[in-house]
C-alpha cells in the first residue's frame, strides 16, 4: 500500500537531519502555541474529551492542555522529551518514543476513546502510517482530535506543510485521516478576539471518529 501516492516524495522531508530527540531536547520545554491559543485547545478538549475515558497525547510535552476539572481514567503521553514528560502531572502513563522514526503504537488494539495531537502534525514525516495506528487503537466510536496554529518550527516542518497556504493545511490533514481510515472528518477554527494581549493564534482543528462499526 503506498500510503503517498499522489504527493511529491519530498512532501513530508525536514530541513533538519537531527533525530527529533537530539533536536527537541535542545529547544526550550513548553507549549509553542500562546497562552490564549492554549486555554482554547483546553476548552475544545472540555467539549469533546470523553470524562472518564482513556485519553493518549501523542508528541506530548510538559503540558496537555486538559481541563483540570475533568477527570480521564488514563492519559498516556508518548514523546521524545523525557523531562518534559516527567513534568507533565496530568500523565498516568509515560512512554519515550520518536513517533518520527517507529510508528507503531506500544499499544492494545481499540483500548482508547481518544487521542489528542496538539501543535504536532507539522511535523509527521510518516503520516498516513502514524494515523493507521491512530485508527487501531481507538475503540469504535473514539475520537481523534488535531489542533495546531499558525507558527511551527522551519528545521523540522516538513517541505509540503511549508509549501501550502493555511486553508490548505486542513484539507491535508483530512487526506492524510481519510486514507488512514476515518471516512468522515470535520474541521474548525477558532480566532482571536481584536486586542487580546495574551491570544494571537488562530488555533485549527480537524477530527475524526473511528467507524462505530469497525470490528
Known amino acids: 500500500m503506498n500510503d503517498l501516492h499522489g ?5 513530508f522531508l525536514s530541513a533538519s537531519h537531527d533525530s527529533d530527540t537530539v533536536f527537541w531536547s535542545a529547544r526550550p520545554s513548553g507549549p509553542m ?3 490564549g491559543a492554549c486555554t482554547a485547545v483546553t476548552a475544545l478538549y472540555r467539549t469533546m474529551l470523553p470524562e472518564g475515558g482513556r485519553i493518549l497525547d501523542l508528541m506530548a510535552g510538559s503540558d496537555s492542555h486538559l481541563p ?5 481514567d488514563a492519559v498516556i503521553g508518548i514523546g521524545v522529551d523525557a523531562p518534559a514528560l516527567d513534568a507533565n502531572g496530568r500523565l498516568t502513563q509515560r512512554i519515550v518514543q520518536d513517533l518520527n522514526d517507529t510508528t507503531e503504537l506500544p499499544l492494545a488494539d481499540e483500548s482508547l476513546d481518544a487521542v489528542c495531537l496538539c501543535d504536532v502534525v507539522p511535523y509527521l514525516r510518516h503520516p498516513v502510517a502514524l494515523f493507521r495506528e491512530i485508527t487501531r487503537v481507538l475503540q469504535p466510536g473514539g475520537l481523534v482530535l488535531v489542533t495546531y496554529g499558525n507558527g511551527f518550527v522551519p528545521q523540522k516542518a516538513v517541505a509540503l ?4 497556504e493555511t486553508e490548505e493545511r486542513q484539507r491535508l490533514v483530512r487526506i492524510v485521516m481519510q486514507r488512514a481510515g476515518f471516512a468522515h472528518t470535520d474541521t474548525g477554527s477558532v480566532t482571536p478576539p481584536p486586542n487580546d494581549a495574551v491570544w494571537h493564534d488562530t488555533v485549527y482543528g480537524v477530527t475524526a471518529r473511528r467507524d462505530a462499526g469497525a470490528a
Not at 7 to 11: C, I, K, R, V
Not at 68 to 72: E, G, K
Not at 161 to 164: D, G
Open 68 to 72: 483540570d476539572n475533568v477527570a480521564f
Open 7 to 11: 504527493f511529491h516524495p519530498g512532501a
Open 161 to 164: 506543510w511549508q509549501a501550502i
Open 33 to 35: 502555541l500562546d497562552p
